[in-house]
């Protein structure tokens, strides 16, 4: 069953890290890219980063808010995707998912390309 778990949310102060990771489970996650997608209440969806499949070179993009702040990375030994965060401000509040690339028609930061989604991880920014 192929299936993505994210962990690693949680209440942080403004300027705080967290890391977040997204396990699968299933199927080999170094064969595809894997985006970080993030949504507060009321707004839609949105990409936040995307690390290609390793036969790519695991290239990285991120949205342009999160640049400088974000990094994703992956770790095929254990299957694990991350998004380390740092710096982080109350507007990057939301809830955070991870998802498996299956089409290349709009870009790495349309959920529309992506399946396989995660239960999703909570990120509160907050003093």
């Known amino acids: 069953q192929v299936q993505l778990v994210e962990s690693g949310g949680g209440l942080v102060q403004p300027g705080g890290s967290l890391r977040l990771s997204c396990a699968a489970s299933?199927?080999?996650?170094?064969?595809?890219?894997i985006g970080w997608f993030r949504q507060a209440p009321g707004k839609e969806r949105e990409g936040v980063s995307y690390?290609?499949?390793?036969?790519?070179?695991?290239?990285?993009y991120y949205k342009d808010s999160v640049k400088g702040r974000f990094t994703i990375s992956r770790d095929n030994a254990k299957n694990t995707v991350y998004l380390q965060m740092n710096s982080l401000l109350p507007e990057d509040t939301a809830v955070y998912y991870c998802?498996?690339?299956?089409?290349?028609?709009?870009?790495?930061?349309?959920?529309?390309?992506?399946?396989?989604w995660g239960q999703g991880t909570q990120v509160t920014v907050s003093s």
């Open positions: 299933g199927f080999t996650s170094a064969y595809y890219g």
């Open positions: 690390i290609s499949r390793s036969s790519g070179g695991s290239s990285t």
């Open positions: 998802a498996t690339r299956r089409a290349y028609g709009n870009g790495w930061y349309d959920p529309s390309d992506f399946g396989s």
